[in-house]
């Protein structure tokens, strides 16, 4: 199917775990996002690629790693997860970064950190 | 002080109703500024983008920019149920971060 999407889309975890979320888009897009989405705080970005290999770290990157080693995939990795991180994580898709281009957002993981 | 703020509401308006939703921000570089619309449980959908200041209508829609207050709105004439979602404001200077408000929950009432 033609699109974005997150794998998995409920996770559980305990503090210290490893964790990766899962992105895959069709559309062959340049830019790719991650971000979390809290009460109070809204969207903030986490990390984003320009490109497969390309990554930066965006407004709260620290305790995420993020790899593009395909267009089509970013994963998400929280190496040793915190209660701090239970959150909502959507990941978007864009052909260029700046406001003229739609930014498609997936349907986003419910993270909980016990 | 937050880049951007965004009253959160919630705001209830009767079907028919103009809604008026509202950002700040403190960011004199942010060029580009754009409104998503987010239904529970879903991801943001973009529903309108502006360049620097001034107006765009999309049907029902209307954007608006002023740079000089740092002040932009979003309007909804003819308000149905189904434009009951959470409302996010969004901007961007020339740097490749964007920084959304809170957002706002809307409900249109029948």
């Known amino acids: 199917d033609a699109g974005i999407t997150q794998s998995p889309r409920y996770k559980i975890t305990e503090t210290g775990r490893q964790v990766t979320l899962m992105c895959h888009q069709t559309?062959?897009?340049?830019?790719m996002f991650w971000y979390r989405q809290d009460l109070g705080h809204g969207l903030r970005l986490i990390y984003y690629?320009?490109?497969?290999?390309?990554?930066d770290k965006g407004e709260v990157p620290d305790g995420y790693v993020v790899s593009r080693s395909k267009t089509e995939n970013f994963p998400l990795t929280l190496e040793s997860a915190t209660r701090s991180q239970t959150s909502v994580y959507f990941c978007?898709?864009?052909?260029?970064?700046?406001?003229?281009?739609?930014?498609?957002f997936g349907p986003g993981t419910r993270l909980t950190v016990l | 002080q937050k880049e951007v703020e965004q009253d959160p509401g919630p705001l209830s308006v009767p079907e028919g109703a103009i809604v008026s939703l509202n950002c700040t921000y403190s960011?004199?570089?942010?060029?580009?500024f754009m409104w998503y619309r987010q239904y529970s449980r879903k991801g943001p959908e973009l529903l309108m983008y502006?360049?620097?200041?001034g107006n765009k209508e999309d049907g029902r829609f209307t954007a608006q920019v002023d740079k000089s207050s740092k002040y932009i709105s979003l309007f909804i004439r003819d308000s149905q149920p189904s434009d009951s979602a959470t409302y996010l404001c969004?901007?961007?200077?020339?740097?490749?971060?964007?920084?959304f408000g809170t957002g706002t929950s809307l409900t249109v009432i029948p």
């Open positions: 969004a901007m961007k200077g020339t740097g490749n971060q964007f920084y």
């Open positions: 960011n004199s570089a942010f060029q580009y």
């Open positions: 978007a898709s864009s052909w260029t970064s700046d406001g003229t281009d739609t930014q498609y």
């Open positions: 690629s320009a490109a497969a290999d390309i990554t």
């Open positions: 502006t360049y620097s200041s």
């Open positions: 559309w062959s897009h340049s830019y």
